[in-house]
């Protein structure tokens, strides 16, 4: 234990921990978005994948609290991180790295901590129902939780819709950069490597955000409705 915590506490053991847990959250951003995307297929499908995961009981929520866990640990060791490094380096170096760093590189931080609002709104929203609790009540005609229905009707609003955008947006600026640094962080990012991964993280990062963006654009464009 005393070695794990000493680990830990380097400047390594670090950014070990923000890579490891940033690939176990790019997988899960991942996931649900291949999930989300289901809507296109209908409320049928939608519905039934829904119920799939619901019928996990428990272990659902094992996982949904692992995942809270892994975001909280993720953010609190690249904020410690940053606190390390600034503290290590000359105020020099400091302007220089400043000069050089990527747009999405200078605003991990502030981006993290938006997405991670982001986080708790979606939670509340979506998973909890906690702003509509009616939405609880809300069934398909087979019976299932109707979640077609409440993702239509949650994305009409404008404010949400719009909040979903941003947030998707600056997750995958995060993303973009986070998956150089988890490269970087394994030694396969090397100098010969670096700009063909720096492009792949960018192409990988504007597909994602595309597919998240997606479901709200197209629920305020009519091509997604629902028929009561």
């Known amino acids: ?32 978005m291949l999930g989300n995307l289901q809507i296109f297929l209908g409320q049928d499908t939608l519905n039934a994948y ?18 809270l866990v892994t975001v909280i640990l993720h953010i ?15 105020q020099k170096y400091e302007v220089k790295k400043r000069v050089a760093a990527t747009l999405a590189a200078r605003t991990m931080l502030v981006s993290g901590l938006i997405v991670l ?27 299932r939780h109707d979640v077609y229905r ?5 994305f009409q609003n404008k404010w949400v819709s719009a909040f979903y955008i941003l947030s998707v947006f600056l997750l995958c600026m995060h993303l973009s950069h ?13 100098r010969g490597w670096a700009a063909g991964i720096s492009r792949a993280s960018v ?11 997606s479901i709200p654009t197209a629920v305020l464009l009519g091509f997604l409705t629902f028929n009561q």
């Open 178 to 190: 986070g998956i150089q640094s988890f490269l970087q962080t394994l030694g396969i990012r090397t």
């Open 150 to 154: 409440m993702m239509i009707v949650g």
């Open 203 to 213: 192409v990988i990062a504007w597909l994602i955000f595309l597919g998240y963006a």
């Open 117 to 143: 609002c982001f986080i708790i709104f979606h939670i509340l929203h979506y998973t909890t129902i906690s702003f509509y609790p009616d939405w609880k009540e809300w069934h398909d005609a087979a019976g």
């Open 76 to 90: 609190v060791t690249t904020v410690l991180l940053a606190i390390q490094n600034a503290m290590a380096r000359p």
């Open 50 to 67: 829904a119920q799939k995961l619901q019928s996990l009981g428990e272990l659902l929520w094992v996982a949904r609290i692992g995942l």
């Open 1 to 32: 234990m005393k070695a794990l915590i000493a680990f830990y506490q380097s400047s390594i053991g670090k950014k070990w921990v923000v890579a490891l847990t940033g690939a176990i959250l790019i997988l899960f951003v991942i996931g649900h």
